[in-house]
């Protein structure tokens, strides 16, 4: 039999149910430590002579599983399983880099990748500059000697823009340079940058992976020797190891990332459609709109256009934010790829923190607010909306 689709590979696990009383769900191994045989095995495990866990940190039942099915719904060799999204993000780029080294990155990106960034350029002499990804002209003459790793989000937070992976890629082999994706936004089914040549993949599992806003968590998938050599270095020695409860609950939430992600695109998709003639509403940002500059981009490389829809509201800040107050579904939140619609204020929330003038150059302006559909009745969704936009341009 040949590999099963997507949606059954999902749900399916690779323990072995023999030796764990035919347990349909996966166990969850709740334990720091394992107890050896003897001295010797002790030694033995240690040593590599003898496989087998020894420590949580180094490695643990449940967490293993959870990574095994990570790197083969992207399609990578090997996946660590993170304390979080960002120390999938750090864990990955201090392994690819090092002093004298310097890193291009997509502009917009997550704000603590960018907060990283700052820090290892001060502390470690590791340089970096951003750019807005879209011409193959600018994105050479961006590349220095020093250049290791291409770094990319798509969509990017909040203004949706994409980056041609593709592109990219092609660009990046040719000058022996490493491809990160921060596959966040899309996850492995609606994207799956390894397929197209990527190096590595990171997730913050907080968002869809888990997808009931219960866990912090990451994940990074790439070549396996080098996940190896991560695991034993970045990972192990920089501590940022998930909790096996952590690892069960994404375990539990990937057997329907399916069933969610589709409906998360159906529910932006109807948002969209009803937003798109609001007189209140300026612009909006979301990949489906036939309209959207890059709609092609993300009709190709995208399965479906995720659940995320950013827009602009008439009367700028003190709207958006009588907007979000009036709402009673959507629950304002930072963070996305819940069941429950979350909406928040990019320019005095994620983005807060980058100064007001870069702000204006991503787009990110005082009026837009970023909504994460989630996986109510869209009808219901919609409904709060309007009477939100109602009450809050009835007060003006
Ligand atoms: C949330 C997020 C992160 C960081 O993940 P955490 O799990 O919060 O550490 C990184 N990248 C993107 C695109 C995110 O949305």
Sequence with gaps: MGKKELETRLIHSYFDRKQHYGSLAHPLYQTSTFVFDDAQQGEARFSGNESGYIYSRLGNPTVSELEKKMADL?????????????????????????????????????GCTFGF????????????????????????????????????????????????????????????????????????????????GADYVIHSATKYISGHGDVIAGIAVGPAEEMETIRMTTQKDIGGVLGPFDAWLLLRGLKTLALRMDRHCYNARYVFDLLKDNPNVKNIFYPGDPNFSQHELAKRQMKDFGGLIS?????????????????????????????????????????????????????????????SVGLESPKDVWNDMKQAFDKTYAKV
């Design 74 to 110: 992207e399609e990578g060799e090997e996946a660590i399983a993170f304390a979080s999204g960002m120390a999938a993000v750090s864990g990955v780029l201090i392994h690819l880099l090092k002093a004298g080294d310097h890193i291009l990155i997509s502009e917009g990106v997550y």
């Design 117 to 196: 960034l700052e820090m290892v350029k001060e502390k470690f002499n590791i340089d970096f500059d951003l750019m807005e990804m879209n011409s193959e002209n600018m994105i050479r003459t961006m590349i220095r000697p020093e250049t290791k790793v291409l770094y990319v989000e798509t969509p990017i937070n909040p203004t949706m823009k994409l980056v041609d992976l593709e592109m990219v890629i092609k660009i990046a082999k040719e000058e022996g340079i490493r491809v990160v994706v921060d596959n966040t936004f899309c996850s492995p089914y609606l994207q799956q940058p390894l397929t197209l």
């Design 311 to 371: 827009f602009e509201l008439q009367g700028g800040k003190e709207a958006a934010q009588r907007f979000m107050n009036e709402l009673k579904v959507i629950q304002v939140a930072v963070s996305l790829g819940d069941a429950e619609s979350l909406i928040q204020h990019p320019a005095t929330m994620t983005h807060s923190v980058v100064p007001e003038v870069e702000r204006k150059k991503m787009g990110i302006t005082n009026s837009l607010v970023r909504l």
